[in-house]
């Protein structure tokens, strides 16, 4: 098929919600009595930035997810551009994440649940006990609880990890015990749901270095209805293993706000996949259902 007949096919250039055969239409959909619990926007890897006109651009994405009338936003961690890199100095850092809040105060009605992306922390800073070293200050910006934490809505059980330890993409040694009794202490046939930023399983790479230890643990509680969401690789992506679903879902930048390069589809597009978010319906038996909507602001 080519590509266009693919645009054409999914309603992309109509609808605006990207349905890829044999990604997102081969999720489960909810039973006939099950009542919808939440709507949820899942945004990763915004990468803001004062280039590009990325914060008007990022402005009007949020005015796009409000009109989903959404009950709270998951945002998938790189929420800035970088501070991860050996030159990056304080007044960059500042600049971003200045940027983020002044966004952030559009939308205060809304909770925002954060994880932490590779990018979000400033390893260069002159020591470490300077307060925008690392991951402490990057907690603080986020306004989230910790570097890891879970927390409970209406009947779902939402899991945030913190993917940025010593191999990249895994879960360090406190965080795993932490995870284990996390889960212990849920009932049989509890619903949740996991958000970190590297995919924990995935198709295109770029995935948790730890997977075997996250997919054995997660067959350890098979008697519960998991579900995960990514981002990092700034690509679609959706697989099934033993019967956990895990959705990878782009990019808020696509291209980092720039137009893209030579293996871009499109403009602004991460090889075939545009920049977007998306929506997530959850269901009281359990089912999700995840909608990609692109945009090209």
Not at 72 to 95: M, P, Q
Not at 99 to 108: N, S
Not at 112 to 137: E, Q
Not at 249 to 272: H, I, L, Q, R, T
Request: glycine fraction near 8%; proline fraction near 4%; hydrophobic fraction near 35%.
């Amino acid at each position: 098929m080519k590509r266009r007949e693919l645009i054409t096919k999914t309603g992309l250039a109509s609808a605006g919600a990207m349905l890829i055969p044999g990604v997102l239409d081969a999720a489960p959909k909810p039973g006939k009595k099950s009542k919808k619990s939440l709507r949820i926007a899942h945004i990763t890897d915004v990468h803001i930035r004062p280039e590009h006109n990325a914060p008007t651009r990022f402005r009007k994405c949020l005015q796009d997810i409000i009109g989903h009338r959404v009950d709270f936003f998951l945002n998938g961690g790189d929420t800035i551009y970088a501070a991860d890199y050996s030159h990056i100095k304080r007044e960059r850092v500042d600049e971003q994440w200045t940027i983020w809040q002044e966004l952030r105060k559009e939308i205060t009605q809304y909770e925002i649940h954060s994880c932490l992306g590779n990018h979000d922390m400033w390893w260069a800073a002159p020591a470490k006990n300077d307060p925008m070293y690392g991951k402490d200050y990057a907690v603080k910006q986020l306004e989230i609880p910790g570097r890891y934490y879970s927390f409970n809505k209406k009947g779902w059980h939402f899991v945030i990890l913190d993917s940025n330890n010593k191999n990249a993409g895994s879960l360090d040694e406190e965080q795993r015990k932490w995870l284990q009794s996390d889960l212990a202490e849920l009932h049989p046939g509890s619903n949740v749901l996991f958000m970190s930023h590297y995919p924990i399983l995935g198709v295109n790479g770029g995935t948790h270095s730890d997977r075997d230890y996250m997919t054995d643990l997660f067959y350890q509680h098979k008697d519960k209805k998991i579900t995960c969401v990514s981002g990092h690789i700034h690509l679609l992506d959706y697989v099934v293993y033993n019967n956990v679903q895990y959705f990878c879902n782009g990019a808020m930048s696509g291209f980092w706000w720039e137009d893209g390069d030579e293996e871009s589809a499109e403009k602004y597009w991460v090889k075939e996949t545009p920049p977007g978010y998306a929506i997530l319906d959850l269901y009281e038996d359990g089912t999700i259902e995840n909608t990609y909507h692109p945009h090209n602001y």
